[in-house]
């Protein structure tokens, strides 16, 4: 098993390396890559160096599987040119989303549906990951028919310059700003790009991969995505509309018995899920769970993760456990 991971030096592909230590994911050979600036420099992994890698090297070596956490361009550059050499991407940009000839992948919901022939594989949105592991279990039971949901989104979604400018502005230093206003004391309602429709990117992701990942073009989904200036992970206000009627203690129920999910849910005692506790931890957490009392079969909910692991590195990694689990990684 030859493993590379491209886009090593950023926080995301970190995290990826974090995880890959602590699954113990087995591999022979590891290659890091990384942007022209980065290579040469040397990383320490498991106790050993490893010398970063440019993307036309890693290439010639043909690894069995490539994680990737590049940025779209990116992706949309080398990822044909790894799969053509017999490379199974994972891909955690946007950039192959929602082709219709790729997967966008949840291992707990719709893993079955990869191949031995699909050699790039999307990784959803860290916000959408989050939502579609508390509602897939719900939408078996009661079919969505409607979701309104609103974030509240960690700074190192954006990457470490993000981090690096709330910290500055905690410390009053007039640093480098990667958002077009102040984060720290703030409250941003604009991730990424805004559309013609009044929507940014951020906002229709959620819509479009929600619908691509349950397997229902027919929901309704609509979004409001902002960014906060929190580092623990991603929270969301979710208010989820069934065609079938619900009991709340049957809800609760079938999230605890979730893979994936801890429901934390006892506010007479100050229990909910909280983004600081969330960090560094795999699990979604959900809570707050609520009827909603102006519509019928309607559930507010909670729902928490850490955007850097189950909402990006742990699910491109379980994504490439999956695989070699199943004999999906051709020998």
């Not at 929270?235 to 203690?249: G, M, P, R």
């Not at 999230?255 to 006892?266: F, K, N, S």
Request: proline share 5%; charged share 25%; net charge negative.
């Amino acid at each position: 098993m030859k493993l590379a991971v491209v886009g090593a030096t950023g926080l995301v592909g970190q995290e990826i390396l974090k995880v890959l230590e602590e699954r113990s994911f087995k591999f022979d050979q590891l290659y890091l890559v990384a942007s022209a600036k980065s290579v040469g420099q040397i990383i320490k992994f498991k106790g050993k160096e490893y010398t970063i890698k440019s993307m036309e090297e890693a290439v010639k070596l043909a690894p069995d599987v490539a994680i990737f956490s590049a940025g779209g361009n990116t992706s949309l550059e080398w990822a044909p040119k790894f799969a053509e050499v017999g490379t199974i991407v994972i891909d955690n940009s946007s950039a192959w989303r929602m082709d219709p000839t790729k997967k966008l992948v949840v291992p707990e919901i719709n893993g079955h549906e990869i191949t031995i022939d699909d050699r790039i594989i999307a990784n959803p949105n860290c916000s959408t990951i989050q939502m579609v592991m508390a509602l897939a279990p719900l939408h078996v039971k009661y079919k969505i028919k409607r979701i309104v949901v609103s974030t509240y989104q960690s700074v190192t979604g954006t990457g470490k310059d993000a981090v690096q400018q709330m910290m500055d502005e905690r410390q009053g230093i007039n640093g480098p700003k990667v958002y077009p206003h102040n984060i720290d004391m703030n409250v941003l309602p604009h991730i990424d790009s805004f559309l013609d429709n009044g929507y940014t990117k951020e906002e229709m992701k959620m819509v479009n991969e929600t619908r691509k990942i349950l397997g229902d073009q027919s929901l309704a989904v609509t979004s409001t995505t902002v960014r906060i200036p929190a580092v623990g992970g991603h929270s969301e206000a979710v208010n989820v509309e069934f065609h079938e009627d619900f009991k709340l203690s049957e809800v609760r129920s079938i999230l605890a018995d979730t893979p994936g999910v801890i429901v934390q849910d006892d506010p007479k005692n100050n229990i909910y899920p909280m983004p600081i506790n969330s960090h560094g931890r795999d699990e979604v957490f959900v809570g707050r769970l609520r009827r909603d009392e102006s519509q019928p079969n309607t559930l507010n909910m909670w729902i928490v993760a850490d955007n850097l692991r189950k909402g990006a590195a742990t699910n491109a990694v379980q994504i490439a456990e999956f695989m070699t689990e199943r004999s999906l990684v051709a020998e």
